[in-house]
């Protein structure tokens, strides 16, 4: 099984970027201790922090995943095209989010993305990560 991981704009920051609402992990840890926890699995990470790249990923990988975790960051309630772009994947979807976005700013509130998601996970830190991936590995 493969999973693909997508983060957008400044979740490359995570671990330095608001400790507070974000924590200290960085991605590049947690993917390690997955790696560990998951050895039958394939995880892959993209992130950026342009629309149009995330856009392309998902065109690029949807044949070839089992399956997406996407945190599109704040293109979650601002993108249709990466919405657009989810609607032709066949696979499973599986939105998370570091923090509870309904406990932020009113914008953060509606995702463009969570309709297309067979689940949304929010506010669990990278541990809603590891909540998607143990869920996708009892659907696949």
């Not at 997508?6 to 330095?16: H, M, S, V």
């Not at 089992?66 to 249709?80: V, W």
């Not at 998370?96 to 993305?113: A, D, G, P, T, W």
């Not at 969570?114 to 998607?132: D, F, S, T």
Request: glycine letters at 6%; aromatic letters at 8%; one cysteine or more.
């Amino acid at each position: 099984m493969r999973i693909c991981i997508i983060n957008g704009p400044n979740l490359n920051e995570i671990g330095t970027r608001e400790p507070e609402i974000y924590g200290t992990l960085t991605f590049q840890s947690a993917m390690d201790s997955w790696a560990n926890d998951y050895p039958d699995i394939q995880l892959e990470l993209f992130q950026s922090n342009h629309e149009g790249a995330i856009i392309d990923h998902i065109q690029l990988r949807k044949q070839e995943v089992s399956a997406f975790i996407i945190n599109a960051g704040a293109y979650s309630h601002t993108s249709i095209a990466i919405s657009d772009a989810l609607r032709s994947v066949d696979k499973p979807i599986i939105e998370v989010h570091l923090s509870n976005i309904f406990k932020r700013e009113e914008f953060r509130h509606k995702s463009l993305i969570a309709p297309l998601a067979e689940a949304c996970i929010v506010g669990m830190g990278m541990q809603g990560y590891k909540m998607a991936i143990k869920y996708l590995l009892e659907k696949i």
